[in-house]
């Protein structure tokens, strides 16, 4: 990502932006909500122009380069209760690799790609269930799932911590810990502390990018993301370290 | 209103119109009750009732058209239902305005056009209120024809777009990231259910089309999990509906598209209330 720019008329909405993230990288973008994440996520998709700059996925332009993403989208905005199955579900996200316009029927690889991607989740054998019948947490895995389907080398996770609870919050941690081995991964969120250790790359977004390669959350960082300290969960150690607002 | 109202359903109306024409309310039932399942399960699991009901209201322009010009009302119909769902369309798609406020406008715009072109015809217009409320008691073999036709194509269109459908009303965002082209698609649902609405003006009238459309379909919902099975437990409560409409109609000497509609809310009904008790 170099000198990314986007801009909604005259509100520049991302400015400036550049990035690099390498293979099998954890990499985590925070920033708070209207700083601009979603926009970075589109741009990623290549689903919005850009005023300026330029995006390469694995070489490719964002377009292009989509079929290499698998994208997991906010939790909450699931209708669950559609009459789907759960492997139904997860053969949506083959459709960028099934050839054809008017009829695209799913194949049997698409079948056979949908079956590893739940085997990869842990979840195997429940590709007949309703969707509406999984417990939460086995709902937030189908639809990584769904993403991992499509056999993505770049895994994108719009607030994938948010209403989740805190063992499913574990389980989600340590299935990236396994994906991490064959692809790279890259989390979007405003919560600070849905941040694992294991995160080797991280961006403080508010407009501009505050890029530190180590990992580390500074003061300065949160301050000029935030506008303030803000409380912060340390990791590598085992409880919450609470910074008083001195200001605000 | 002294226009000939198709309520009078008594027995020597029967009798006059003899075994044929019961076969045609039985078989216009039957196909109505297909393109409702279908169509409708694709409107409940994406919450497009209102825009239905704009879509159908509007239909009522096209009815007012054909009387003015002196053409079968349904073609009229046919015109202005698909001209409200492009428009619907690509206010939506170009994101003019809300969805909810264009159906409004589209809603009563058409309803009001048709009352002025019927202002506007000399005499009296005959069979409005079977448009208005429907008769499948006298559906002519003409417009039974038709109704074969729409529902081929309704047939053709869902089962070519079937999966893309499916993703679309299921996760529209996701569904543009995989390449889909998803206005397209969304056309493809609105013309769907412009098409249903004309075959479904004979059998149950422009005002109570979207009872028709969404009542099976919710019932079926309720107790399905996929959504073809949703699609085929509806034309199941569909023809039901229908036939045990028709028949009390006939029985209570009461119009058959009111009788259709209280059958078809009384089965939603009850089905909800036994899901309440059973869970």
Sequence with gaps: ?248 | MVCRTGYSGSMTMFEILGYGFFQNAIIAGIIAAIACGITGSFVIVRRMVATSGGISHAAFGGVGLGYFMGIDPLIGAFLFTIGAAILIWYLKTHELQETDTITGAIWATGMAVGIIFIALTPGYAPDLFSYLFGNILLVPHQDLLMMGVLLILILLLVSTLFTQLTAVTFDEEYARIMGLPVGGLTLALFILIALTVVLLISVVGIILVIALLTLPAATARLYTHTLPSMMANAVFIGIGTVLAGITLSYYFDLPSGAMIILVGAGIYASTLVGRHYTR
């Excluded at chain 1, 377009?63 to 997991?72: H, L, T």
């Design chain 1, 1 to 248: 990502m170099e000198n990314v720019s986007v801009r909604y008329g005259q509100n520049v909405v991302l400015d400036g932006i550049s990035w690099e993230v390498r293979e099998h990288d954890f990499a985590a973008v925070i920033g708070p909500n209207g700083g601009g994440k979603t926009t970075l996520l589109k741009a990623l998709l290549g689903l919005l122009p850009l005023s300026s700059g330029r995006i390469s996925i694995f070489g490719h332009p964002p377009g292009e380069g989509r079929r290499m993403i698998g994208y997991v989208p906010q939790f909450h905005t699931f209708d669950f209760s559609y009459p789907i199955t759960v492997s139904e579900m997860i053969l949506q996200g083959r459709f960028s690799h099934i050839p054809g316009r008017l009829l695209r029927r799913y194949r049997d690889e698409d079948h056979e790609a949908a079956e590893r991607a739940l085997g990869m989740v842990g979840l195997s054998g429940i590709g007949d269930l309703p969707l509406s019948t999984l417990s939460g947490g086995q709902q937030q895995r189908v639809i990584i799932a769904r993403a991992l389907a499509g056999e993505p080398r770049l895994l994108i996770l719009d607030e994938p911590t948010v209403y989740v609870d805190a063992p499913t919050e574990e389980q989600f941690f340590s299935l990236i810990d396994t994906l991490l081995n064959e692809m790279t991964v890259i989390i979007v969120t405003h919560d600070i502390g849905a941040i694992s250790g294991k995160v080797n790359r991280i961006a403080c977004l508010n407009r501009h990018l505050y890029t530190h390669g180590d990992a580390m959350i500074t003061d300065d960082m949160l301050i000029s993301v935030y506008g303030c300290p803000v409380d912060l969960i340390a990791h590598g150690v085992p409880h919450r370290v609470l910074r008083e607002h001195d200001d605000v």
